[in-house]
């Protein structure tokens, strides 16, 4: 099989699954805890990843919030998003979507508008500095009360402007979608686009699909992998051109696979399949490493990672000018 590497890297490319805190590496977590005067129980960089045992989305859950901890001012949350967009913008991510989980942070006693600031302020200097194009989509954690999330969409409601979408993550079990839908309902009606997490191999995985599908109305499915188990999901989701954006490595960490072969399925099918990253600083690997290892797995010729790269332009919640721009871009790097 042609190597197919190169190819890839050089790739103009946008990531729509990326959760910024999921991009705390652990020596910007070391840098952060020193500012900040907090001691970590770890010496130096290998002993915080020797430590980063899961092998299923609640323990890796618990990694991801502990590792929260040090950032607590609106530079912590600026140099998080900076060190990821310079990341994305050395892979070719042109542009993002870009989720941020502001309840991990507020029920900690760190103000939203801090959170948001320094987030907005990076998002702004990385597109005049790398020209890199981003968006926000904030994510309520579905294992807290839905009244949370309805204060939180609420609290984010001046800022508006900066913000694109909604979506849900953290513990899905016994956390089903409907247990949002006001709050999905009332956060359409101020004009957010929808999306929510639909984890791979959890329990009534392709219920929690057709419930995005039928009480919610997303407009994009994060994961959804399951889907693959119900032909009329399948046919439905395709239907209405919904992007789902996958993660291979990180389904390679919490699952007992990397579900490349099932990338591979949904290509054939026509799915608007992606491949995305989700917490690169913790399943190792950005956006190349994820189109790589999924090309190497199940086999992908040239022409299904232009799919890939299509979809995710085509997925994203960008105008059509704006994605037809990207598109002709791509156009010019496959020629
Ligand atoms: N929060 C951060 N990463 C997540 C994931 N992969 N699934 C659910 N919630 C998350
Ligand atoms: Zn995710």
């Known amino acids: 099989m042609e190597n197919l590497d ?35 129980p770890y010496a130096s960089e290998d002993e915080m990843r ?54 991990a942070h507020t029920t900690r006693g760190i103000a939203f508008d801090t959170v948001i600031n320094g987030i907005r302020r990076a998002q702004v200097d990385a597109e005049d500095r790398l020209g890199i194009q981003t968006r926000l989509i904030m994510c309520f954690l579905r294992d807290m009360p839905a009244e949370s999330a309805m ?4 609290r984010s409601l001046d800022y508006k ?17 409907v247990k949002f839908k006001q709050v999905f309902e009332r956060a359409r009606a101020e004009g957010y686009l929808l999306t929510m997490h639909c984890d791979v191999d959890q329990q009534d995985s392709t219920t929690h699909i057709w419930q995005t599908l039928n009480d919610i109305g997303v407009d994009r499915i994060d994961h959804g992998v399951n889907a693959l188990e119900d032909n009329a999901l399948c046919r ?79 997925g994203s919640w960008l105008s059509t000018t704006e994605k037809d721009a990207f598109l002709r871009r791509l156009d010019a790097y496959v020629a």
């Not at 299923?56 to 949350?77: A, I, N």
């Not at 204060?151 to 609420?154: A, D, I, M, P, S």
């Not at 909604?166 to 979608?177: A, C, Q, T, Y």
Request: proline share 5%.
């Open 6 to 40: 190169g190819f890839i890297e050089g790739l103009p490319k946008a990531e729509l699954h990326v959760h910024l805190e999921g991009t705390l590496e652990p020596g910007l977590k070391l840098k952060l805890a020193r500012r900040n005067n907090l001691d970590l």
């Open 50 to 103: 020797a430590a980063y045992a899961f092998d299923d989305l609640p323990s890796f859950l618990k990694v991801y919030y502990e590792g929260m901890s040090v950032l607590l001012e609106e530079q912590d949350f600026h140099d998080l998003t900076t060190a990821y967009l310079e990341k994305a913008h050395a892979q070719n991510v042109v542009y993002a979507e870009m989720f941020f989980d502001p309840q």
């Open 151 to 154: 204060e939180t969409l609420e």
């Open 161 to 177: 402007d900066w913000i694109i979408g909604v979506g849900l993550d953290s513990d899905e079990k016994g956390n089903p979608p």
């Open 236 to 314: 439905e989701i395709k239907d209405r051109k919904l992007a789902l954006t996958v993660c291979p490595i990180s389904n390679g960490y919490v699952t007992d696979s990397r579900k490349t072969a099932e990338i591979k399925t949904m290509l054939d099918l026509g799915l608007r399949v992606t491949v995305n990253s989700d917490d690169p600083a913790y399943f190792p690997g950005y956006i190349n490493e994820n189109l790589i290892a999924t090309q190497r797995e199940a086999g992908l010729s040239k022409a299904q990672l232009i799919q890939l790269t299509i979809n995710a332009f085509e």
